[in-house]
């Protein structure tokens, strides 16, 4: 699966962490919806060429003698590589003692280095605005998104120190927040003012609806406290849109 691919993932339906293992849970396709979103993004980075080449190289480096995989039929491919990527990405945790069950910090995991993608990227993107504004609102406008830039950046140490307290890997450089933002990038040429509130606007709202998402999701797979740190951002992205929002006509 493709960085796209696992982006629109991240929105679809999150089901509770499963309290039984995937070989005892019916067919290869159900084994490879529940861990499609793991697979997903752990292939990120790795899979981004070609899944079939990925999948010959995992396969050929799993355990002959995995049960789950020795069930899934040859046809079965897709289903299989997700499975072996999952528990790769499984193993590939700290260890913790932390009472969460694994499956679900892993999902978290997941969740999370997408939002720090995305933060990192509305930070960036804002204070371009805030460097680059002019017109005749410069110095309001030029104020503002310097302090909707700081609003966002608070929220971006706790997410990442969220992620690795659950065992998980942050990937906050900005390579790694180009390569995985879900925006699109800020426009390039001069603008007045204007412009540049309409375009943080699309984003500012952009990155609201990921995090009401993130809140439902980690709700529902049973992590209380993730779903909390998301509300906080949740709040502050829409009091910002709402700032943004002021500037433009009803
Ligand atoms: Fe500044």
């Keep these: 699966m493709l960085d796209g691919d696992c982006r629109n993932s991240m929105h679809g ?106 933060l990192n990227d509305l930070y960036s993107q804002t204070k371009q605005a805030h460097w680059n504004v002019r017109g005749p609102h410069f110095y309001s406008l030029h104020k503002l998104f310097d302090d909707l830039a700081d609003s966002v950046e608070a929220h971006i140490d706790p997410l990442a120190e969220r992620i690795v307290a659950l065992g998980g890997v942050a990937n906050g450089t900005v390579r790694q927040a180009a390569a995985r933002s879900a925006l699109t990038e800020f426009p390039t040429e001069r603008g007045e003012g204007l412009a540049y509130v309409t375009a943080l606007v699309e984003r500012f709202a952009q990155c609201g609806a990921a995090a009401r998402k993130g809140i439902e999701d980690t709700a529902a797979i049973g992590d209380a406290d993730t779903a909390d740190m998301l509300t906080g951002l949740s709040q502050d992205l829409d009091k910002s849109l709402w700032m943004l929002e002021a500037h433009t006509k009803p």
């Design 13 to 118: 339906e999150m089901k509770a962490p499963p309290d039984t293992p995937p070989e005892s849970r019916g067919s290869a396709l159900d084994v490879m919806r529940e861990c499609t979103l793991q697979a997903a993004c752990l292939s990120w980075g790795r899979v981004r060429s070609s899944r079939r080449t990925v999948g010959r190289n995992i396969q050929s480096s799993a355990r002959p003698t995995d049960p789950t995989v020795n069930k899934l039929g040859s046809s079965d491919g897709i289903a299989r590589v997700e499975y072996l990527l999952h528990h790769r990405h499984m193993k590939q945790m700290h260890k913790t003692r932390n009472s969460l069950p694994q499956a679900t910090r892993a999902r978290v995991e997941v969740i999370l280095n997408q939002s720090l993608a995305d």
